[in-house]
């Protein structure tokens, strides 16, 4: 599976950007697919996760009530809607695709369980 991402920016705090990942290569709806971001000097950490069907979505604590993630099968596409950006926010974002039916997790969405990483779009967020 190949991953394009999309549609980061610099953005005022309490601004929106929606995030957008294309995939070709792979039956798209056999994977989970999940965005991560990595901020200068951290540890690229899970945003949100979405199952193959695209009926179950989870969240970290930071994106919760503020992010949404969705998931077009028929355009092989996995978006996610920023809204209240915060200057913490600022990292490049990452989408990712796992093979599976399970529920899109942290768990079984962990760095270590990914089987395809898109290049990342950086978001800039201004205080």
């Known amino acids: 599976v190949q991953l394009q991402a999309c549609g980061g920016g610099l953005v005022q705090a309490g601004g929106s950007l929606r995030l957008s990942c294309v995939a070709s290569g792979e039956i798209f709806s056999r994977y989970a697919m999940g965005w991560f971001r990595q901020a200068p000097g951290k540890e690229r950490e899970y945003v949100s996760g979405i199952s193959w069907s695209g009926s179950m979505t989870d969240y970290a604590g930071s994106a919760k009530d503020r992010f949404t993630i969705s998931r077009d099968n028929r355009k092989n596409t996995v978006y996610l809607q920023m809204n209240s950006l915060k200057p913490e926010d600022t990292a490049v974002y990452y989408c990712?695709?796992?093979?599976?039916?399970?529920?899109?997790?942290?768990?079984?969405?962990?760095?270590?369980?990914?089987?395809?990483w898109g290049k990342g779009t950086q978001v800039t967020v201004s205080s």
């Open positions: 990712a695709a796992r093979q599976s039916f399970l529920p899109a997790t942290s768990q079984n969405m962990g760095v270590h369980n990914i089987d395809y």
